[in-house]
Structures are given as C-alpha cells and as structure tokens.
C-alpha cells in the first residue's frame, strides 16, 4: 500500500507499486487507467428497507467506474440489494457485480490480514466494521484512510463536523467523518458524470416517457393526465391525497412501487397492491409497478410531473430529477426529523410556500385538522413556479461537486499514516 496523501487519487494517471493489498482480480479498470488501481472497502449494514444499500451501491459504482478505483462492497443484506439490482445473487458469499467486488458480510468474527487491508476504508453511517478488520488497519504500513460516511442533512452544525478526525481511543488510527450535503463546506451529493446529459436526452426525446412508462401497462391517454410517482412511509396521508386527486379537476396518474402505500393503495385499489394492478376512480388512476433497478427509478422520477420521495437517496435523485417533488423523511424520535426536514426546506429555494405547506403536512409535522386537499391545490397551481426554481436549486447543487470526487480528494489530504 502507499500513503493515499502521496497519491494523485482523482487523476487516473496514477500509477501504484504492484504490492498493493487488497485488489481482487474480479476488478475492472476503465481503459485509460493502469492496472494497479487505488482500492477501496465500504461497509454496508442495512438497517431497514433500501436506502442504506442504495447509498452503497451507488457509490461503490461510481468510484469504480469513474474513478477505477477498485472497489469491493461488504453488505450484510443480499436480498434487499437484489431489489435494486437484480443481478445480485443473494446466496452467493463473494460475486462480482459490474466489476466490484460483493462480499456478503455474515458477522463481526472474519479473521483479517493486513495485506486484505483497502488503501480508503469506508464505514457507512457508523457501523462498527468487524474488530479484525480495525486490528488488521492498525497493522497496516502506511495505515488506510479510514472514513465514516455520515446520513445527509441539511442542518448547518455539519459543516463544523464534516472532515473532523476521530482517533481510535488504543489503536494507532483515526477516522475522518464525512458528511453528504448541500453546499461546499460539505461533501455535497451523490451524482453520476453523465446523469444530468442522460436526464435531458430523455426529456428531449418525445416518446421516451411514454415509451419507459408502457412497459408498465401506463396507456397514451394516461400519458396526458398529470403524472405522480408516490415513494413514502406508511404514515404519511395519503388516502387523503388520493381524495383530493380523486375530486380534482384534473386526470392524475399516480405510480406506486408494489409494497409502498399499505392500506391507502390496496383500498383504493380494491384488490391487492401487486405490480401490475390498477384502478381509476373519478379523475385518479393508481398503477402499481414493480420495484425498477435503481437507473430505471431516475427514469420515472423524470418521467413524472410531480414526484414523492423519502429516506436519503430517492429524496437526492428527486433533486437531480429537477422537478417538484414532495419529500417524506424517515422518521426519528423526538421527531428530530421534523428538524432536518425544515432545515432542509428553508435552504432549498424550490420549497416555495405552497410546497412547504404540502411537505410539512406529509410529514405529520403540523396539527390536526389540516386539508390535504386544500394544500395540493394550491401546490398543484404553483407547479410551474416550483419547477423553474428546481432548476435553479440544481444549479447550486452542481456547483459543489459531486460527493465521489470529493472523498477521494478529502482522503489525498489525509496525512501520512506511516
Ligand atoms: O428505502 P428508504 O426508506 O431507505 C432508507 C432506510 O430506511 C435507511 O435505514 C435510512 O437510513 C434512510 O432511508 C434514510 O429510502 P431511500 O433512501 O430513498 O432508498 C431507496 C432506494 O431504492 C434508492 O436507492 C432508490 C431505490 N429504488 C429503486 O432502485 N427502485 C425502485 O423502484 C424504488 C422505488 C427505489
């Protein structure tokens, strides 16, 4: 291994000593880069539902097929990473998945070397890496980059944390915490190179909605209504929202992912919420779709004219759709999400008035009493507004850099760990 701080990590003329631990022959480097890439582990444990592995994964692609870094990915649920990428295969114990390197992570005990040691060691959100691991970092010389790789939020006490150093309280290493986020004091967000090109190519293709879309069963006539794809929690109203989408004067077409909604959906449905059942009642029809492999489900945030999203990554990937979108939180106690929900509002110009009332009622974070119905009109009337200023708020996010490049940047900072 060699000290990241020496190493030009972003440049991809770099060149390492063939000594290198840790880069497995499964790896695949892009054409313009030498053979020895920089290697890189990230840890995933899934709390619940996809975001966690969504982060994962979609960073681990990045690094890899962007920057040829050599990646390999320890994540302890197959099955709910095969949900957003169907090729995982969830019995295997190691698989290459478009050239990383999967290892599924059974339990705390793996028994490590330091020649299995990464040059950038990645734990997502704090979760404790296996202690013969952290024992085989300890032994490495020069030592890893070791980084934490922190939840999203838009409050400012993370730009005073983000890049802090934590040392080990009796092993020789520190651990850098590093936070996503919105501006340049942070490691800003989650963005694939060609993704905003991609984005417009669709958006500048007439058929290419509708053409994605039917693939789903949605019809041309659907086409025409007002189309909304529902991503939430099982709190948020929306038996409510399909009332007033139901009576409004408008056709909507929303599209839900098979197991999002509970009993809002089956009971609109009047049958269960399986991909492919649908049903209209008044000006609403209600399509159930499959979950997608997470490139496709940019594709319907595109789509769509209006998009609900939650947790972390579908709640980025709506903010690079650049359309109004309305934001469920993951729920915390204390209702501390309340906070990094209205923190997040009161930065993004785009959370206009009529946007916010709609949001923070979605969130349970007003009183009783409140007319969803009333709040989507006149969110709905709003819409063009939103839309230009989601534009907009794209154009600060751009300009802080995506969060990929600017770890590999942060961790050639890092000192010498000799
Ligand atoms: O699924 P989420 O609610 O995930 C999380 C977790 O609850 C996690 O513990 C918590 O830390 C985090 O939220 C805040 O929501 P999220 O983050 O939007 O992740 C969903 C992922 O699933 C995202 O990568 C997009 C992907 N996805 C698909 O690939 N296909 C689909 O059809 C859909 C609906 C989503």
């Known amino acids: 291994m060699i000290a990241a701080a020496k190493m030009p990590l972003i440049d991809d003329t770099y060149c390492l000593p063939s000594n290198l631990p840790n880069t497995p022959e499964m790896h695949s480097t892009t054409s313009s880069q030498t053979s020895h890439a920089i290697s890189l582990t990230l840890f995933c444990k899934v709390v619940d539902n996809y975001g966690d592995i969504g982060i994962c994964w979609r960073l681990a692609r990045q690094l890899a097929h962007e920057h040829g870094v050599a990646v390999t990915l320890w994540v302890d649920d197959l099955a709910s990473f095969r949900s957003i990428c169907p090729e995982v295969d969830s019995s295997a114990d190691v698989q290459d998945v478009q050239g990383i390197a999967v290892q599924h992570w059974r339990d705390q005990n793996g028994v490590f070397a ?19 691991y952290i024992k085989a970092m300890s032994e490495c010389a ?44 942070t490691g800003g ?10 984005r417009e190519a669709f958006l500048a293709d007439p058929r290419a909605a509708s053409d994605f879309l039917a693939q789903f069963g949605v019809t041309e006539t659907e086409m025409r209504a007002l189309k909304v794809s529902l991503f939430c929690y099982p709190q948020a109203p929306i038996a409510a929202l399909f009332a007033a989408w139901q009576a409004s004067g408008q056709a909507v077409l929303c599209l839900v992912p098979e197991g999002v909604g509970g009993d809002a959906v089956t009971d609109f449905l009047g049958q269960p ?61 204390e209702n501390l999400h309340h906070v990094k929900l209205k923190a997040f509002l009161s930065t993004s110009p785009a959370a206009t008035p009529s946007l916010t009332a709609l949001a923070l009622a979605w969130n349970g974070a007003t009183g009783d009493g409140i007319d969803i119905a009333a709040l989507w009109r006149n969110m ?18 751009l300009a802080n850099g995506d969060l990929a490049t600017n770890l590999l940047k942060f961790a050639e900072t890092v000192p010498p760990r000799v």
């Not at 967000?189 to 991609?198: D, H, R, T």
């Not at 709905?380 to 534009?391: C, G, H, K, T, V």
């Open 114 to 132: 330091a020649g299995d040691v990464a040059d950038i060691v990645v734990e997502f959100f704090a979760c404790d890496i296996p202690p013969g």
């Open 142 to 185: 020069p030592r890893p980059v070791w980084l934490n790789l922190e939840g999203l939020t838009a409050e400012t006490w993370v730009e005073g944390c983000h890049t802090l150093p934590s040392p080990h309280p009796q092993l020789p290493l520190t651990k850098y915490f590093f936070f996503p986020g919105f501006n340049r004091r």
């Open 189 to 198: 967000l989650q963005l694939e190179s060609g993704l905003i090109a991609q």
């Open 273 to 333: 919420s399986t991909a492919g059942a649908h049903a209209t009642r008044g000006a609403l029809t209600v399509r159930v779709l499959p979950f997608v492999p997470q490139p496709d489900y940019d594709k319907l945030l595109w789509a769509c004219d209006v998009n609900f999203v939650r947790g972390e990554d579908s709640f980025v990937r709506a903010q690079w759709a650049a359309k109004p979108f309305i934001w469920h939180i993951y729920p915390q106690d």
């Open 380 to 397: 709905q009337a709003d819409l063009p507004n939103i839309a230009r200023l989601s534009m907009d708020w794209e154009r600060v996010l």
